[in-house]
């Protein structure tokens, strides 16, 4: 083993994730750490901090990049050791958050694929399954495979309030839920407030809801059934926009880049620009780049993904790629014979193996699935 920053962010990786290192990893990890002040202050800010980095920018990354950057290991000590020298910092974390995406994504490739009994392909792909992790305010990482209360919850509540992280009493403490691909959630905050929570997606929320408003940080999308509290209002934030309310049961979607409010029942307050819109039941809210429209719209459509299924109406390729990228964490390729404008209409449950929705899809169709583990290749019939 080299003390190179690729050997290094496999021992972080391990010592993140509280996994015992060898007598040999410690001593490298010593060595590395005694090289200079630096070092020392990027481990204790991972350490720390680390879990609070905003992992979605690495959604950016293609699978062989992050594959390259774990392989550039391999290559000859004397440039590897220009690389160290030139940006050990940078190297690090990205060598670390590379090595952690790539290991994920072949962990949840290998846990959803699944050998096929029948018909042309050799693998078929499961849904979406009940599960999170939580990054808590004290660094701890905790995995949820339930739905979780984060009142009534012991394990989380002790989990929590361990640690080394010292807090004042009236201080809010936010904690990190994130959803990857072909995960789903179902989180009640502190004020009875139920928050579904699609793939990869990310909710901000504290333990409880002090002073005269309860607010959370949405990245994704979620349906909310806010508990009704005149007094203190709630709002969700998304990156360009906030959301408003008293009571009411709402879905908020930031995937694209025009972000999307649908409400079913009460009433919102959208503001974003410094511009607010009120909106109905049976209306939703777009907002890009500070421009906000009000219309009515599909709530079927709109809440389908909240109640398990896929309902297709009038999309396009690209839209219903997006939704099987999510729900079961494929790498989808369209052909260039793919008319992008065209729509198509159809529905079916969500909760069935990928085999069944893409039959579905070509009965309603005129294209074509070729699926390869989890590579889905969309063709012209």
């Given at each position: 083993?080299?003390?190179?920053?690729?050997?290094?962010?496999?021992?972080?990786?391990?010592?993140?994730?509280?996994?015992?290192?060898?007598?040999?990893?410690?001593?490298?990890?010593?060595?590395?750490?005694?090289?200079?002040?630096?070092?020392?202050?990027?481990?204790?800010?991972?350490?720390?901090?680390?879990?609070?980095f905003?992992?979605?920018?690495?959604?950016?990354?293609?699978?062989?990049?992050?594959?390259?950057?774990?392989?550039?290991?391999?290559?000859?000590?004397?440039?590897?050791?220009?690389?160290?020298?030139?940006?050990?910092?940078?190297?690090?974390?990205?060598?670390?958050?590379?090595?952690w995406?790539?290991?994920?994504?072949q962990?949840?490739?290998?846990?959803?694929?699944?050998?096929?009994?029948?018909?042309?392909?050799?693998?078929?792909?499961?849904?979406?399954?009940?599960?999170?992790?939580?990054?808590?305010?004290?660094?701890?990482?905790?995995?949820?495979?339930?739905?979780?209360?984060?009142?009534?919850?012991?394990?989380?509540?002790?989990?929590?309030?361990?640690?080394?992280?010292?807090?004042?009493?009236?201080?809010?403490?936010?904690?990190?839920?994130l959803?990857?691909?072909?995960?789903?959630?179902?989180?009640?905050?502190?004020?009875?407030?139920?928050?579904w929570?699609?793939?990869?997606?990310?909710?901000?929320?504290?333990?409880?809801?002090?002073?005269?408003?309860?607010?959370?940080?949405?990245?994704?999308?979620?349906?909310?059934?806010?508990?009704?509290?005149?007094?203190?209002?709630?709002?969700?934030?998304?990156?360009?926009?906030?959301?408003?309310?008293?009571?009411?049961?709402?879905?908020?979607?930031?995937?694209?880049?025009?972000?999307?409010?649908?409400?079913?029942?009460?009433r919102?307050?959208?503001?974003?620009?410094n511009?607010?819109?009120?909106?109905?039941?049976?209306?939703?809210?777009?907002?890009?780049n500070?421009?906000?429209?009000?219309?009515?719209?599909?709530?079927?459509?709109?809440?389908?993904?909240?109640?398990?299924?896929f309902?297709?109406?009038?999309?396009?390729?690209?839209?219903?790629?997006?939704?099987?990228?999510?729900?079961?964490?494929?790498?989808?390729?369209?052909?260039?014979?793919?008319?992008?404008?065209?729509?198509?209409?159809?529905?079916?449950?969500?909760?069935?193996?990928?085999?069944?929705?893409?039959?579905?899809?070509?009965?309603?169709?005129d294209?074509?699935?070729?699926?390869?583990?989890?590579?889905?290749?969309?063709?012209?019939?």
């Amino acid at each position: 083993m080299d003390t190179n920053p690729f050997d290094i962010a496999d021992i972080l990786v391990k010592k993140f994730k509280m996994i015992p290192v060898s007598e040999e990893e410690a001593l490298f990890l010593e060595i590395w750490l005694n090289r200079s002040v630096k070092n020392q202050a990027l481990f204790n800010k991972l350490m720390q901090d680390g879990a609070n980095f905003d992992l979605f920018w690495l959604d950016q990354l293609k699978e062989e990049e992050a594959w390259d950057s774990v392989q550039r290991k391999r290559r000859p000590r004397k440039y590897r050791f220009k690389i160290f020298a030139a940006a050990a910092s940078m190297a690090v974390f990205l060598a670390f958050a590379s090595y952690w995406f790539f290991l994920k994504s072949q962990e949840e490739q290998t846990r959803h694929i699944v050998e096929k009994v029948d018909g042309k392909e050799k693998h078929d792909v499961l849904p979406a399954n009940l599960g999170a992790k939580i990054i808590l305010a004290n660094g701890r990482e905790l995995q949820v495979e339930d739905t979780l209360d984060i009142v009534s919850d012991h394990k989380f509540t002790k989990s929590a309030i361990d640690g080394d992280v010292a807090i004042e009493s009236d201080q809010l403490v936010y904690h990190t839920l994130l959803v990857p691909a072909a995960n789903f959630f179902k989180l009640t905050l502190a004020d009875g407030t139920a928050v579904w929570v699609n793939s990869k997606s990310e909710l901000r929320f504290p333990t409880t809801f002090s002073g005269s408003e309860r607010r959370v940080f949405l990245r994704g999308e979620a349906y909310f059934e806010v508990a009704k509290n005149a007094e203190k209002p709630f709002y969700v934030k998304t990156e360009d926009a906030e959301v408003k309310v008293l009571g009411t049961h709402f879905n908020v979607s930031t995937y694209g880049k025009a972000s999307k409010t649908s409400l079913e029942e009460g009433r919102v307050e959208v503001s974003s620009n410094n511009k607010t819109v009120l909106v109905f039941p049976g209306q939703s809210v777009q907002w890009l780049n500070g421009e906000l429209k009000v219309k009515p719209t599909n709530l079927q459509k709109d809440l389908a993904w909240k109640n398990n299924e896929f309902y297709f109406k009038e999309d396009n390729i690209l839209n219903i790629a997006h939704q099987l990228k999510l729900w079961y964490d494929l790498e989808v390729s369209i052909s260039t014979d793919v008319a992008l404008d065209a729509t198509y209409s159809g529905e079916i449950r969500r909760n069935v193996r990928l085999s069944e929705v893409l039959r579905m899809m070509a009965f309603v169709s005129d294209l074509d699935f070729k699926l390869n583990k989890n590579k889905l290749l969309i063709t012209k019939k």
